[in-house]
């Protein structure tokens, strides 16, 4: 029997405990965590995607601090903005949202957030703090896909995890942050000849190859844990890059999509800005 598990009520008792620490910050400190979203351009995922944050960072309790540029901003307009939020003692976490439109350099950018603002953990400096497993803040995806492991009780020391993809959003801070947890670990990723035979050895799978329905009951052990990153709008509804169907009744565990991953990443959002805000504190 597969179990599905469920992101949605995970993130939101997440929410609900950075919700009351941010209480307790304004009642005693008289201050609340400020977070900064940076949207350029009009692309309208984007535009979803930072409603919604916004939407979290308000019902934590937190400071929305939003900033909208047009399409055609220039990189030092851009980076003006990122360097006064960076200096901004009220702004204790900065969001660039990304694709940024063509012409701007995302990584140059990014790198422009200070580390302990960086609550993406998309930096350059906040990918070393992971690689050398010194504390920092860590990218939302995977925080999330760990916090979802733990609280189904996966066992991941001496397990074998297989991370299907090699982003530096996710698969390779996902794969990182496994073998910080004595997880034995392959990164595969979408151009992998032969596939299945990788795949079949991992005790966890983590997929986030950004190809709807890559995997399916052929690419899993009997009684793994699945968790489905990836997240695809078809004619048929939001799809992931795992064949859910197939592996109902084959994986021991399986994230849903939607339902699975999607909402921890903006749990984990609020969570590193509490961090960063705690940290800042004087």
Known sequence: MTTLIDGTTTALRIRA??????????RIHKRAPGLATILVGDDPASAVYVAAKRQAIREAGMRDVHH???????????????????????????LLQLPLPKGLDSAALIDRIPVTKDVDGLTTASAGLLARGADGLRPCTPAGVLWLLDAEGVELRGAHAVVVGHSELVGRPMARMLLQRDATVTVAHKHTVNLPSITRLADVLVVAAGVCGLIGAEHVKPGAAVVDVGIHRTDHGLRGDVRSRELQGHAGLLTPVPGGVGPMTIA?????????????QP
Request: hydrophobic share 50%; net charge negative.
């Open 17 to 26: 405990r950075v919700a009351e620490k941010v209480a307790h910050s304004v």
């Open 268 to 280: 984990m959002l609020l969570a590193n800005t509490l961090v960063a805000f705690e940290q800042g």
């Open 68 to 94: 909208t540029l047009p399409a055609e901003a220039s990189y030092p307009a851009v980076a003006a903005l990122i360097d006064q939020l960076a200096d901004d003692p009220d702004v204790c976490g900065i």
